[in-house]
């Protein structure tokens, strides 16, 4: 079990001095927003059902089905009764 009362140990070289009190949060956000990415960000409840991109990529291919399939049924059963009213 690790000890919690532990302090992190400081594995970088000295040379490697990062100045966090100068970056920007979110500096590219508007940049990828604009030219389109593929990157998405999930809400956290959502973040919690699927912890990978494996699982949200099997689940959306899955919505993408249903409503394909979906789609097909509406699509023929609204031609059928526009042809009976029609007729």
């Given at each position: 079990?690790?000890?919690?009362?532990?302090?992190?140990?400081?594995?970088?070289?000295?040379?490697?001095?990062?100045?966090y009190s100068k970056a920007t949060r979110g500096k590219y956000y508007?940049?990828?927003?604009?030219?389109?990415?593929?990157?998405?960000?999930?809400?956290?409840?959502?973040?919690?059902?699927?912890?990978?991109?494996?699982?949200?990529?099997?689940?959306?291919?899955?919505?993408?089905?249903?409503?394909?399939?979906?789609?097909?049924?509406?699509?023929?059963s609204t031609q059928h009764s526009k042809k009976l009213r029609t007729?």
């Amino acid at each position: 079990m690790k000890d919690k009362n532990k302090q992190a140990v400081d594995e970088l070289r000295p040379e490697y001095d990062f100045d966090y009190s100068k970056a920007t949060r979110g500096k590219y956000y508007q940049r990828l927003i604009q030219e389109g990415s593929n990157a998405v960000i999930l809400e956290p409840d959502v973040a919690e059902a699927f912890r990978d991109s494996v699982s949200v990529n099997e689940a959306l291919r899955s919505l993408l089905e249903i409503t394909r399939t979906t789609k097909r049924i509406i699509g023929r059963s609204t031609q059928h009764s526009k042809k009976l009213r029609t007729g």
